[in-house]
Each structure stands twice: as structure tokens, then as C-alpha cells.
């Protein structure tokens, strides 16, 4: 099966097969050890890829795929490249990549954030993850507080990009 998914400006191709991964060209070892698949539509993974086990959890929202691996959540954009608008593009909009406890907001509305900032920490099978801004921008929505238990693919921050001028 093959997929192509896009970080930023980035497009990357990646080839799965019965026992290997070819992303970019560079081809894996991967063979999986278990899936399961929960009723809000996230998978939940254990892969050796090398022979080093990982545990992640894939969820997709919308036109997003959400990969959270080895503590790190990597978005990943389907179909063409957004045209520049924040959040209407999806780079602005932080959503959960699985069901779990928020145990912490770092961020308000009106905030100044950078490209890479933290925003929300997320609890999702007793692992704390920390989700980041994509952009840099103005906070324009929190829609969460700690203590609040999130579905996959909740919306948590909104990020608008500055004005352009």
C-alpha cells in the first residue's frame, strides 16, 4: 500500500508492505506484534521496526493523520497542500492524536506562541505527551482545561497565523 503524506511543504512517500516500510526510499525491517483497534477509530500499534519494539497509536482526523510514537506526535496532512490560512489549512489547529486526560494547558487566548512551542500535555494510557504549535502566531481558541478527557481528534488550541503586511 502506498501513501502519501505531507508535514509542512514536506510530501513523503511511504510504501507499506507484509514485513517491510519504504519511506522516502530508505526501506525498514518493520514486522508488527500487535493492533488493536479502539470503537473511536484510533489504532493502537506495537512494531519492531529493526528489531527495536515501539508502541504509537495512529488516529485520523478529518484529512490529518496523527501519529504519537516513542513519546513524539507527528501530523501528517493528506491531499494537496493547504493555501496559506492558519488554521483553515489545519497548520493552526492542535487536535488530540488519541483519547486521553488533559493534566495541563500551557497557553491562553491572546498568547503570543512559536513554531514548536508547547500547548497542551495530554495523558493518554500513562504516557504524558506534550503537544506544540506547528506555527508561529497568536492563540485564538482553547478549547480544553486541565482535567478534561479528550476523544481522538478533539480540537484542544487554535493558533492563527499573524497578519501578513
Aim: charged share 25%; hydrophobic share 45%.
Amino acid at each position: 500500500m502506498e501513501t502519501m503524506l505531507r508535514q509542512g511543504d514536506r510530501l513523503r512517500r511511504v510504501v507499506l508492505a507484509e514485513e517491510t516500510a519504504e519511506v522516502d526510499g530508505r526501506r525498514h525491517a518493520v514486522r508488527s506484534i500487535s493492533t488493536c483497534r479502539e470503537a473511536d477509530g484510533t489504532v493502537e500499534v506495537v512494531l519492531a521496526v529493526e528489531g527495536r519494539v515501539h508502541r504509537g497509536w495512529v488516529a485520523r482526523a478529518g484529512d490529518r493523520v496523527l501519529v504519537a510514537l516513542d513519546g513524539a506526535v507527528h501530523a501528517f496532512d493528506l491531499g494537496d497542500a493547504p493555501t496559506r490560512g492558519g488554521a483553515a489549512g489545519g497548520v493552526g489547529t492542535v487536535v488530540a492524536p488519541m483519547p486521553g486526560k488533559i493534566v495541563g494547558v500551557l497557553v491562553a487566548v491572546g498568547d503570543t506562541v512559536e513554531a514548536g512551542q508547547p500547548l497542551v500535555v495530554l495523558e493518554a494510557m500513562k504516557m504524558e505527551t506534550t503537544l506544540r504549535s506547528e506555527i508561529a502566531g497568536t492563540v485564538a481558541a482553547v478549547a480544553v482545561q486541565a482535567g478534561a478527557t479528550v476523544d481522538a481528534g478533539a480540537v484542544l488550541v487554535e493558533v492563527a497565523e499573524p497578519p501578513t503586511g
